[in-house]
């Protein structure tokens, strides 16, 4: 799927470092000639935006390491300082704070938009599993980056989800205090969560790296699911054409961020992080941050300890395994039409979940996160196998480009072709 | 395989094999420093003991002291509570264990105050067993520190101690 590079090099310097390493030429191939579907929509503008989230949350962490010290007795100070004696202190505080919401709601988009158009089948299953990987690596870094604050919350979060781990039958005990570097969350804690917490937005960079290349080795899926047939009449450059769109996308996001950054900056945070670690008082009520909720209220609805841990993990494992869990052969939503409705009802219990994580663990919040934990694993293991085999899809388009045509009503001869057989795997 | 037409093992083979065994012998005596570095330190090992006086806490009362960066319930308790921990049928218990298995002395219950469920602090004289209660996730706990409810697995830690003296105990 890469696209026919026309890079050819008239400047001697240029020609001289081709000839060395080819690295403009495949720049150029890459994000200039690249060939992009005709029919993407903006969902399809997120991954531009996460790249641009990743690069923010990187500058922003690295200067905000300048200012900051990763000791339990001075931690929580260093941030109040960074706050209000450093110059731009709180803004690049609050932009790297807010920027970790923010890459969370596009990831979350971008997987939604994953699975709405059936980006996962075959042959990007790679790519699909790379992106969860990468998503697992988020959640590390996000989780890790909250401690360092070392407030309240910072401190009973790592508290909580560092004794996940004292789950694993027989030797739980001796791996959480090998985490812990001692007998609970202190000094050696924070230390080692801030060493990893600078480290692993590289190794999201690397893994980013291979998302990429994966995509544009199978080249990216479309809101119809038809593969690319005809380069010249399916597809558009991706300069100036997807460039443009990203760049226009990304404004609008950076709108919403920096609506956050700069009037409700602490609107997705939680009040007790601005009190100082005690590790002699738990708060009322712990609640993570809003990103993990769902997955919380998974751990909190099964009354068993281990159960609750496995299940938790397996909520996001079991997306790594979706390409082979949906059997039906047309990716896109828009040609399965109960699979459309299912997909929304998924979408109303994930969000769903969200909400009931944020509650206290009592009465009919705990009933309602069992019934909504169900439905979440059911649209995996039950409706996503089964449909494919009982759903009855609409016609899929032959191509893009007679997609792109029907939709704006041109020649009848196009929509002839409209209804031939849907895709197949492989 | 070179030597596809060899049927014995020839020195070669044996030569092959045992580098390669002290290759992975090797590369794992130096993963280990790198994996062991995290665990807890001799500084943090040093503090494993401390002494209370517990003399001066009255009858009713449960303090909170720390030991090994966690906190340690010492519950002075009441004859009533001393009763309601032991007249419980064990066998209906998570965690069967009796009262008398987790106190050295009745009136004296000391438990290392970290919920078994995700490591909280549970809160005091709370719950419906009088004992603690967990405000994380809802475990319940008696006033022997038992689980009776909710989402822990086991009753509240009782940590090494000994009475020194009469109002002197020292943990660890």
């Known amino acids: ?426 | 395989m070179a030597s596809a037409t060899t049927v014995e093992p020839t020195r070669r083979d044996f030569l092959f094999i045992a580098t390669g065994a002290v290759a992975a012998v090797g590369a794992a005596a130096v993963v280990w420093p790198l994996i062991n570095q995290m665990s807890p330190d001799a500084s943090t090992l040093a503090l494993a003991s401390t002494e209370v006086d517990i003399g001066a806490i009255p009858e009713g009362q449960i303090i909170t002291i720390k030991w090994r960066g966690k906190p340690v319930f010492i519950s002075h308790r009441t004859e009533k509570e001393i009763k309601e921990a032991e007249d419980v049928n064990v066998a209906t218990l998570p965690d069967p264990q009796t009262d008398a298995a987790r106190v050295q002395k009745p009136q004296w219950l000391i438990v290392i105050g970290v919920c078994t469920h995700l490591g909280c602090i549970p809160l005091g004289h709370q719950g419906e067993y009088g004992g603690w209660f967990c405000p994380c996730h809802g475990s319940v706990y008696d006033t022997s520190g038992r689980i009776r409810k909710g989402p822990a697995p086991r009753n509240l830690a009782v940590p090494q101690y000994s009475f020194l003296t009469d109002t002197k105990v020292k943990i660890g």
Not at chain 1, 74 to 80: Q, T
Not at chain 1, 166 to 194: H, M, Q
Not at chain 1, 235 to 261: E, Q, R
Request: aromatic share 16%; net charge neutral; hydrophobic share 50%.
């Open chain 1, 1 to 426: 799927m890469h696209g026919h590079s026309t890079f050819e090099p008239k400047n001697g310097v240029v020609k001289w470092l081709e000839a060395r390493l080819p690295i403009l030429s495949f720049m150029h191939g890459s994000f200039v000639a690249y060939p992009t579907p005709k029919n993407l929509n903006y969902w399809w503008t997120f991954g531009a935006i996460l790249s641009f989230m990743l690069i923010a949350q990187i500058v922003t962490g690295v200067v905000l390491t300048m200012h900051y010290t990763p000791e339990s007795t001075l931690a929580f100070s260093s941030v109040e300082k960074i706050m209000r004696d450093v110059n731009w202190g709180w803004m690049l505080r609050y932009a790297h704070s807010n920027g970790a919401s923010m890459f969370f709601f596009a990831v979350y988009i971008h997987i939604f938009r994953g699975i709405y158009y059936g980006s996962y089948k075959a042959p990007r299953e790679v790519l699909w599993i790379l992106g969860v990987i990468i998503f697992l690596l988020m959640m590390a870094t996000g989780f890790m980056g909250y401690v360092l604050p070392w407030g309240q919350m910072s401190f009973w979060g790592a508290t909580v989800i560092t004794n996940l781990f004292s789950a694993i039958p027989f030797v739980g005990d001796e791996i959480t205090v090998w985490l812990w570097g001692g007998y609970s969350v202190d000094n050696p804690t924070l230390n080692r969560f801030f060493a990893l917490h600078y480290l692993l937005p590289f190794i999201i960079v690397a893994v980013v790296g291979l998302h990429v290349w994966a995509l544009h080795v199978c080249g990216q899926n479309n809101p119809d699911g038809v593969e690319i047939k005809d380069i010249e009449k399916d597809t558009v450059p991706f300069t100036p054409h997807a460039t443009m769109k990203d760049s226009l996308g990304i404004v609008f996001f950076l709108l919403l961020y920096c609506w956050f950054i700069f009037y409700v900056p602490n609107y997705l945070g939680d009040a007790d992080n601005y009190i100082p670690a005690n590790p002699m008082k738990t708060p009322p009520h712990i609640v993570p941050e809003w990103y993990f909720l769902p997955f919380y209220a998974i751990l909190r609805s099964i009354p068993d300890k281990l159960a609750g841990v496995i299940a938790m993990f397996a909520a996001i494992a079991v997306l790594a395994f979706l390409p082979w869990l949906d059997t039906s052969k047309v990716r896109s939503a828009k040609y399965r039409p109960i699979y459309k409705i299912f997909f929304w009802v998924f979408v109303v219990c994930a969000v769903g979940l969200g909400y009931l994580g944020a509650m206290p663990p009592e009465g009919g919040f705990v009933l309602a996160s069992r019934i909504l934990a169900v439905a979440y694993f059911a649209f995996f293991l039950i409706v996503l196998p089964l449909l494919g085999l009982f759903e009855k899809t609409k016609p899929v388009p032959a191509s893009i480009a007679d997609a792109v045509l029907a939709k704006h009503g041109s020649a009848s001869s196009v929509a002839a072709g409209a209804a031939s057989a849907p895709q197949t795997k492989g």
